[in-house]
């Protein structure tokens, strides 16, 4: 994680990192203020911190309340040596802990990660450099060795010289890479985050049988997200980018909208208009991207191969953002290496969501045939050491497909897991579907996997195949667990070449009756992505009508600017946010593509809360009152906010009775909530203060720096084709 120091009045210090903020001085025998914890202070109190974060996460997972538990840390100096201390760390328990729960929480203490890290002895390398900005060294622990060449399966380079090369690539774009986290839980079972330290919105994980494979994973993921502008997906890159020579790439089309909104010819061909738009429902404006919002412009379209004769077919940027996902992009040495994951992944998607939506029992892989992979046996017994149970099956429906599941159920809580991993390898389909259970998680956090379920109807609905895309975590049914099977074992192989891989993937595709669009990207290491409609989809098509992300553009600028709309601009803005049947706790962040600091308000924005504060500024109490009892009722935003609703609306309810006075209550309203927050409240209500804890902005998005870090991270991106697409 990236820190940035900035120096205030006197010995004030500022860190700064991610969305926080952190003062720290001296005491005022230091010559310091005093206004806040010394660094060495700071450092003391993390140690009890992730002390207590340990204590908690295991009360947590055993329901043990935490009410009647106390922790406390004392750091005891050697006298002659103050470097040299013992950090003495204390937990008070009440008598009703068993004795098998108070060893464990004793353990969890024990696996404190500053405590780990403090112990182990951290290296510290101290260096100038010209620019902080612009040092774009990778800040990676893992070093390739110049004299090992570690080939791996389905790569056509060593991982040593692979992970070298795309260090470079992103070096070379500006992009500082950091590590911040490593999980290890299991043999031969790897996984880790990367992030831009300038942008960690622009993140990836990675996975793999050993640490080298899985840095190489998350490189390679962070690559091919750069180059099909994944990281960027849905948000507002400014009007800037929105009015330059392109927004997303140099070879870009634009469509003009017609009077009738008619969709443009030129966009799509006949097949993909058969699938997107069937009923003839599908309008221009549908397909306005979200980035730029430049309606004006027209329709952003990106051009990709028709893979069964080479001609060039136009896809509404906004078409493939909303229906998508990450679903068929790669990254690779080479062009057919990259092809090959991209198929890969997209047959892993598809056969899952067959699988699970028909409810498809698959057979168990036979011992004799585990047995053959050594490793991924070590990850599966290291799994089943810990008490969970995990099951290996064929997914490959009778030899159809490069597909392999590794279920995991966790007897503690009734969750299963269910991972699928696919690639023309039988041995790798096996352990990316090992490597992609554990992925980022500690053995805590499969205690939040779901319970299985003979509800059909929960299992199809299109909302669990998204949570299944997302992160696995998707409900799956009991019948998967059945005996009998729908499909024989087969120990399916289709390996060769990736060139011949390719062939044979592309091939299954052309059997099915599937027709694909291929997009090749060269100017930042080699990737690809590769659509296939009415199969490599993860929303629904009918979300391109009914639930479009461009739905922004009807609101970004009226709230980005609400503090200079004027009263009837506001009473326009609420009474379209009424009409539009939004689910009233969809986030701002989310309806408009920017974002916001989630630690302020406006992180925090709901469309409920946003109406509340436009009715109080109108003087539209009736409508007022009524939302801020929905935001108490159902409010899970922060102690501080919910108290001032709850201010509001006791205001509220008696300047709407004619028989109460706010005079003879306001001194215990005071005392209740305090001067500052009554003052706030009482100006709300009288429409004096206006929309409470947002701070001004504008469409430049000013003051908004978590989004123009995100913007700046593009801007990166975007000078690096424009400079490659001018030769």
């Not at 010559?31 to 060495?40: E, V």
């Not at 780990?116 to 040092?135: M, R």
């Not at 299992?459 to 499909?487: C, L, M, Q």
Request: net charge negative.
């Amino acid at each position: 994680m990236e820190i940035k120091v900035d120096f205030l009045d006197n010995l004030r210090l500022e860190a700064k990192f991610d969305d926080f903020s952190v003062i720290a001085d001296q005491p005022i025998r230091y010559k310091g203020d005093g206004s806040a914890p010394s660094p060495f202070d700071y450092f003391l109190a993390s140690s009890a911190l992730c002390a207590a974060y340990f204590v908690k996460v295991y009360c947590n997972a055993r329901d043990i309340p935490t009410e009647g538990i106390r922790l406390s840390q004392n750091n005891i100096v050697d006298p002659e040596n103050r470097y040299n201390q013992i950090f003495q760390i204390q937990v008070e328990l009440p008598e009703n802990i068993s004795d098998k729960d108070r060893e464990g929480i004793l353990r969890s203490i024990d696996r404190c990660t500053v405590k780990k890290v403090v112990q182990t002895g951290p290296e510290f390398k101290i260096e100038t450099v010209e620019s902080l900005d612009q040092d774009a060294q990778a800040m990676l622990m893992v070093k390739p060795d110049g004299e090992s060449s570690t080939f791996i399966e389905g790569k056509d380079l060593p991982l040593e010289q692979t992970i070298a090369n795309m260090t470079e690539i992103l070096a070379d774009l500006g992009m500082k890479i950091e590590i911040s986290s490593w999980r290890n839980i299991v043999p031969n079972v790897w996984s880790l985050h990367i992030r831009d330290a300038a942008s960690p919105m622009c993140f990836t994980n990675g996975k793999g049988a050993t640490k080298e494979s899985a840095l190489c994973s998350a490189l390679g993921e962070f690559i091919e997200r750069l180059n099909c502008n994944f990281f960027y997906n849905d948000q507002f890159l400014g009007q800037e980018i929105a009015n330059a020579e392109f927004v997303h790439y140099p070879n870009e089309k634009w469509f003009k909208l017609s009077e009738d909104d008619a969709l443009p010819q030129g966009i799509l061909d006949e097949y993909c208009r058969e699938v997107y738009d069937p009923e003839g429902e599908l309008r221009g404006f549908h397909l306005i991207d979200t980035n730029s919002g430049n309606m004006e412009r027209g329709i952003c379209s990106i051009p990709y191969t028709r893979h069964s004769d080479g001609q060039t077919v136009y896809f509404p940027s906004n078409l493939i953002e909303n229906l998508f996902l990450s679903n068929g992009m790669s990254a690779g040495n080479n062009l057919n290496e990259a092809k090959v994951q991209c198929l890969s992944e997209i047959f892993e998607r598809a056969v899952k969501r067959q699988i699970i939506e028909q409810e498809i029992v698959l057979p168990d892989v036979p011992k004799s045939v585990l047995d053959k992979y050594p490793g991924i046996v070590a990850g599966i017994e290291g799994l089943e050491a810990q008490g969970f149970p995990v099951v290996v099956k064929d997914a490959s429906l009778g030899g159809q497909f490069p597909v392999m599941c590794v279920t995991l159920m966790n007897p503690k809580t009734g969750g299963v897991f269910a991972s699928f991993g696919a690639h023309p390898s039988f041995e790798v389909a096996l352990e990316r579907s090992l490597t992609e259970l554990l992925q980022g998680r500690s053995f805590e956090g499969l205690n939040d996997v779901p319970k299985p379920t003979f509800n059909s109807m929960a299992v199809s609905e299109p909302e669990n195949f998204v949570e299944h895309f997302i992160d696995s975590t998707g409900v799956i049914s009991w019948r998967f667990f059945s005996a009998k099977h729908d499909y024989e074992f087969c120990e399916w192989d289709f390996s060769g070449t990736n060139e011949q891989e390719c062939e044979t993937l592309f091939g299954i595709l052309k059997d099915l009756g599937k027709e694909c669009y291929v997009a090749e990207f060269s100017d930042i290491g080699t990737a690809c992505r590769i659509l296939v409609p009415d199969y490599s989809e993860v929303y629904p098509v009918e979300d391109l009508i009914w639930d479009n992300t461009n739905k922004a553009l009807q609101y970004r600028s009226d709230i980005l600017n609400l503090h200079t709309l004027n009263d009837e601009q506001l009473a326009d803005l609420v009474e379209r946010l009424e009409e539009s049947q939004l689910d009233n706790y969809i986030d701002i962040i989310t309806l408009i593509g920017v974002e916001f600091d989630e630690n302020t308000v406006w992180g925090q924005l709901t469309i409920l809360e946003l109406k509340i504060l436009i009715y109080l500024a109108l003087g539209d109490l009736e409508e007022a009152i009524d939302l801020v009892e929905s935001f108490l009722q159902y409010n899970d935003n922060t102690l501080e906010r919910g108290l001032f609703y709850q201010a509001v609306h006791a205001v509220l309810e008696i300047v709407l009775d004619e028989e109460l006075e706010l005079e003879d209550f306001i001194v215990n309203f005071e005392r209740m909530f305090s001067k500052e927050v009554m003052d706030n409240v009482v100006g709300s209500v009288k429409g004096e203060v206006r929309f409470f804890g947002l701070t001004p902005t504008n469409m430049n998005l000013d003051g908004l720096e978590k989004h123009q870090r995100l913007i700046d991270s593009y801007k990166k991106l975007h000078q690096s084709r424009a400079a490659k697409a001018k030769g």
